[in-house]
């Protein structure tokens, strides 16, 4: 449900399969910028996600709650510019690694402007230290049995293990 017309809010869309610490890193830099920030989880069809846009969501929550109260995760679907205007946001954050990021994000930031000329794309660059990360690349690493306890917060590298391999859900329980 929208917020009052005076708050600050903002969307970080994305499918976050799974989030990683440079989600992170976004999100957290971006909720000291809005009053509100709207993690939205997307559905995204076309792709074959690892865990469910519920699933997604639920491991969002146990690691943004705590830490940012104005933070909310949600799922979407359909439009972004029309899931964000529902909201009451005057905003939505993309994360940026590199520059084949920002011509991709360009485009779309383009495209939502033409369906949505009071909704401003502000792109945030992730810190240095996670410029590599990608969520393609921390399942592939975990699902060659590498260690990504570095890459995602503990909650993500658990359900990452009991995902790929229910066998051996143990083997980052040593913390």
């Not at 009052?4 to 869309?13: E, G, K, L, M």
């Not at 009451?88 to 994000?105: H, N, T």
């Not at 890459?151 to 859900?169: F, G, M, Q, S």
Request: net charge negative.
């Amino acid at each position: 449900m929208p917020t009052s017309s005076s708050n600050r809010i903002a969307v970080y869309p994305g499918s976050f399969d799974p989030a990683t610490n440079g989600h992170l890193d976004v999100i957290g830099r971006a909720s000291g910028l809005f009053d509100e920030l709207i993690v939205a989880v997307g559905r995204n069809g076309g792709k074959n996600p690892l865990f469910s846009p519920d699933e997604r969501v639920a491991l969002l929550r146990e690691v943004c709650d705590d830490r940012w109260p104005n933070v909310r995760v949600t799922i979407f679907d359909g439009l972004l510019v029309e899931f964000a205007k529902a909201e009451g946001a005057r905003a939505l954050i993309k994360g940026l690694r590199a520059v084949s990021d920002f011509e991709y994000e360009f485009q779309m930031a383009l495209a939502n402007r033409h369906l949505a000329p009071d909704l401003e794309t502000l792109f945030l660059m992730t810190s240095a230290e996670h410029l590599y990360l990608s969520s393609s690349i921390v399942k592939e690493i975990a699902r060659l049995g590498g260690d990504v306890s570095a890459l995602v917060p503990n909650t993500v590298a658990h359900r990452l293990l009991e995902k790929l391999d229910p066998a051996t859900p143990q083997i980052l329980r040593a913390e």
